[in-house]
């Protein structure tokens, strides 16, 4: 399985310097939307993953938040979000990444995230510890909800905007910090390794959040995702390190 993981390392590692060597450039915006914008360098960033991978394994499939290859039936699937925290890049906010993960059967066995301007990579493969730069780490093992730095994510869309505030409004009072960062998968790195103890959203797509699936539950945290009815390909996800009782 360590190949897969060396697999994804190397193409995040490639995505991230080209999203690092860019990040003060005037950035292309392929589209805009009230709370959204696309960037052509997502797709730059996508298509050089696409590279790498396919490159190594011409059989498998791909499916990316810039689009998909392959069978997307195949038993074998990368789930790619290129640059996740797109507002942020775009503004010249560094925090921002590259998450990929790995699916074999219908399982995520392997995942990386990458943070280009920390250069913090996270990597796990299912069975194992998880590391960040090399060293083990795990969730953290805070109980109490009022000590608890949380995030929130508030997704893209006024309708989902709608549903995400009432929590953020209910928990900020309940813990010590309610953060909204805007990259998912960095807040599912941050929970896994004990910076955060919760992340929370609804409305979010599987390639935010794939990766750090993996890495939460090899970390010793929960992840509970559930799609959401009203809503194609979309989810709901309370990620924590699974000793909080956030008392939703
Ligand atoms: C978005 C970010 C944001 C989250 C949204 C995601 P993108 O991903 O992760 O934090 O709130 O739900 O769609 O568009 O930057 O890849």
């Known amino acids: 399985m360590k190949h897969y993981v060396d697999a994804a390392e190397k193409a995040a590692r490639a995505a991230g310097d080209l999203l690092r060597k860019n990040f003060h450039q005037s950035k292309?915006?392929?589209?805009?939307e009230a709370h959204d914008i696309k960037l052509e360098i997502d797709v730059t960033a996508q298509d050089l993953i696409t590279r790498s991978l396919l490159k190594e394994f011409p059989q498998h499939a791909l499916y990316g938040?810039?689009?998909?290859?392959?069978?997307?039936?195949?038993?074998h699937q990368w789930i790619v979000d290129p640059l996740d925290g797109t507002v942020n890049y775009f503004y010249g906010i560094p925090h921002f990444c590259v998450?990929?993960?790995?699916?074999?059967?219908?399982?995520i066995i392997a995942g990386v995230i990458y943070d280009p301007m920390r250069d913090e990579m996270w990597c796990g493969q299912k069975g194992e510890k998880p590391r960040l730069n090399g060293h083990h780490f795990r969730v953290s093992e805070r109980a109490e909800l009022g000590e608890a730095v949380i995030s929130i994510g508030l997704s893209k869309t006024g309708e989902m905007i709608d549903?995400?505030?009432?929590?953020?409004?209910?928990m900020v009072h309940r813990v010590r910090k309610c953060r909204v960062l805007g990259s998912a998968?960095?807040?599912?790195?941050?929970?896994?390794?004990?910076r955060f103890d919760a992340y929370i959203e609804?409305?979010?797509s599987l390639w935010?959040?794939?990766a750090g699936w993996l890495l939460i539950e090899s970390a010793?945290?929960?992840v509970d995702l559930r799609p959401r009815e009203d809503m194609k390909d979309k989810y709901s996800i309370v990620a924590s390190n699974g000793v909080i009782d956030l008392k939703l």
């Open 163 to 170: 549903s995400n505030l009432p929590l953020f409004g209910e």
């Open 99 to 107: 998450s990929i993960a790995f699916r074999f059967q219908g399982e």
């Open 185 to 194: 998968a960095l807040d599912m790195a941050y929970v896994a390794c004990g």
């Open 28 to 32: 292309r915006v392929n589209a805009a």
């Open 220 to 222: 010793g945290g929960k």
């Open 65 to 75: 938040e810039e689009g998909i290859v392959g069978d997307q039936l195949s038993e």
């Open 208 to 210: 935010d959040i794939a």
């Open 202 to 204: 609804r409305g979010i």
